[in-house]
């Protein structure tokens, strides 16, 4: 869409989320977290969402489909294979969008053509004229990605891209697959490309890049500055296929502080990073590193004297951004007990939150309450943990905490006793474990015998100091699925056996879609 950047100075940032960084194992999510996670996108106000791979699954089809729905200021891309079947599935979840793009792809590296597609590079180039001709069948809106592009051999890259561009591409995306690139070299190639591949100027050039060597926001800047690329590809918090993409917040960031050195423009509202941020480690259960660039805990905490001091005197000496600038708020309004419901709804619209309708938020409130007789001061992650709960519980829970009561003395074995419902019905179970936490998933496996392997368990305060409510996620894996369970609550033993048994109503629910990688 090269009239979307009349102006060469405006960057295109092109979100993967919902696409790449639901690569990232365990990192599934369902259809209404992902309609979630693209409406805080747009207010976000990025260019394009890629919304998922229509052809995946029937749950990714739907994602896009209703995103495609919901969504208006933002293209919706989905990502496909060079193949008919593909693109055709891809048009079809993308027909109800405002603006839509089909994002083709096909690996043009020796390794990747002969081990992988096991096909001759004339087979791949034909294959590639092939899928953009089948994409303009549907839309004017396509990306062309010459997948594993840094290790590709740059004749034949040049003889790809201008076919692709002639057969009617109108966006050349140039990833670094497996994040092996380094900033200048990567720089250079686009650079090369552009001079070389005669039509280059009728597409915008975009880069794409993993995190293996932690050079992902690196290459992206310098396949700006030095190769021209007019789109950066990112994902919220980085998160992606094993190490992760370039990280939105950070590249943005990076070219708003440093506008006098990039001289380039984005048309994201960056008041929405970390409510977006929070929103999709919350969502993934991904938790994000307290030293993270922008959206991390400590990205604007100063703790030693020199700093204080400094920073009192003048935010400058060690602030190079405002934390109100990218959605650190400091809340005026206090939630607890005796808040009501009107400050409720004005925080839940503060954070981005949109419940369906006034039943939704009625159960949220009551929930909030619940939380409030229990939590002397609730805070907007606590809010975004019980509306999360309330999302899951729409979604039908097999499943389902009654009570919990657990015995842990020193030099005794824990021991665990639980009242969950199975599908409304009450059943009781007991058990002893190495650990409180091993004796409550003992007692709910001697009900349910799921044979679901715990693969990761993790614990995280969701606000500062001793009051905060403890969010556990518990990632299960069966049959090749794999999910997280979250559950949060004051006693971390009782969000413990919240997110066990959230993991396993993940298991049982149909919206979940099988992970991508099949591990
Ligand atoms: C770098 C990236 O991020 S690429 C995107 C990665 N994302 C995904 O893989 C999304 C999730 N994937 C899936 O759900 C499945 O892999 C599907 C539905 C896409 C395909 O499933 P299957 O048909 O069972 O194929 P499977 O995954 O086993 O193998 C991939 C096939 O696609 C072929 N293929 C791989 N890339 C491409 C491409 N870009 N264009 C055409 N064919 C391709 C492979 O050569 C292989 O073909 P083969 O079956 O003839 O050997
Ligand atoms: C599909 C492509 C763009 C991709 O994700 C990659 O090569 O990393
Ligand atoms: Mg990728």
Redesign the pocket.
Known sequence: MPDLIPDTSRLIIFDTTLR?GE?SPGASMTKDEKVRIARQLERLRVDVIEAG?A???PGDFEAIRAISAAVRDSTICS?S???ER?IARAAEALAPAARKRIH????TSPLHMQM???MEPEQVLE?AKL?IRYARQHTDDIEFSP?DGSRSEEDFLCRVLEAVIAEGATTINF?D?VGYAVPEEFGARIRRLRERVPNSDKAVWSVHCHNDLGLAVANSLAGVTIGGARQIECTINGLG?RAGNTSLEEVVMALRTRADYFNLTVGIDTTQIVPASKMVSQITGFAVQPNKAVVGANAFAHASGIHQDGILKARETYEIMRAEDVGWTANKIVLGKLSGRNAFKSRLQELGIELASELEVNAAFARFKELADRKAEIFDEDIMALVSAEDHAQGGETYKLVSLSQRSETGELPHARIVFSVEGREVSAEASGDGPVDAVVGAIESVVKSGAEQVLFSINAISNGPQSQGEVTIRLSHSGRIVNGVGADPDIIVASAKAYLSGLNKLHSKVER?N?QGV
């Open positions: 790449d690569q791979f052809a995946a699954s990502l294979r060079a193949n593909d083709t792809f096909i690996a992988k597609l096991r294959q899928a997948e990833p697959t296929e099988v991508p």
